[in-house]
């Protein structure tokens, strides 16, 4: 497990990664960048619960995530399947419990915002840490309006304070208009190039 110092606020981007990609890379830049983060941690997931087909190999996701994310202050992990969670809220209970003090923030792009509300116990994810999200192509409407930000419209913070929501108390989200790259991994494994 990585190691974090309490007082530090760590962001955490999950994902398939299946596989990880420059749009990975530069919404971590652009997130230690905008949320005021010391450093962020990928969590490249056993498998996504909501997907149905199963992703490559853990270990071939993680050494490409290696390969494409290489930063001093990023760290790509396998923490889900270390502790034996799936679900993002079992995920965050634990690692509260192992880092009591580090303020953690969960990252995510607008496309995750708008299906954000199938999560298992997404309300009390929202109100348990804050919540980053980054601008994605053709998904800033969506997410937007998406049930999960109309319920907790009254938490939103502005983008031009973004750089407060790592130490604001949740719930509280931020969706930045950071440039856009337009990179998915399901273009990459249509492309055959995985
Ligand atoms: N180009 C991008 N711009 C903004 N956010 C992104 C981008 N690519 C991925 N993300 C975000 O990174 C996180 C992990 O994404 P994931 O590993 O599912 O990659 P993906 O490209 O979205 O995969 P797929 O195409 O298979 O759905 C999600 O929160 C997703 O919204
Ligand atoms: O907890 C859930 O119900 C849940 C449902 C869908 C996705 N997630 C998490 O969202 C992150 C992004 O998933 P993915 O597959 O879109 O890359 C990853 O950390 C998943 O574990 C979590």
């Known amino acids: 497990m990585p190691h974090a110092r309490p007082g530090q606020a760590i962001g955490l981007l999950g994902g398939s990664f299946d ?6 890379a530069h919404i971590t830049r652009e997130a230690l960048k905008r949320f005021g983060l010391d450093a962020v941690w990928w969590l490249v997931s056993p498998g996504n619960p909501l997907k149905e087909h199963g992703p490559a190999p853990l270990e071939a996701r993680l050494a490409r995530a290696r390969q494409v994310m290489r930063h001093p202050r990023v760290v790509v992990t ?6 034996g969670t799936r679900y993002t809220a ?28 199938r999560w298992e116990r997404w309300e009390e994810i929202m ?7 980054l601008a994605r192509p ?9 049930p999960a930000a109309r319920a907790f419209r009254f938490a939103r913070l ?9 130490r604001s108390e949740p719930p509280a989200w931020c969706l930045v208009n950071v ?6 991994s399901s273009a990459i494994r249509a492309a055959g190039c995985w």
């Open 90 to 117: 079992e995920t965050l209970g634990a690692l509260f419990t192992l880092y009591p003090g580090v303020h953690f923030t969960w990252l995510m792009g607008a496309d995750n915002l708008a299906g954000f509300h």
């Open 19 to 24: 596989p990880a990609h420059n749009g990975h």
């Open 127 to 133: 109100g348990a840490l804050p919540i980053g999200v």
């Open 179 to 184: 440039p856009m790259v337009d990179a998915s």
């Open 158 to 166: 502005p983008d031009a304070r973004s750089r407060l929501l790592a």
């Open 138 to 146: 053709g998904d800033r409407v969506a997410a937007r309006m998406s």
């Open 78 to 83: 396998d923490i889900e399947a270390q502790l």
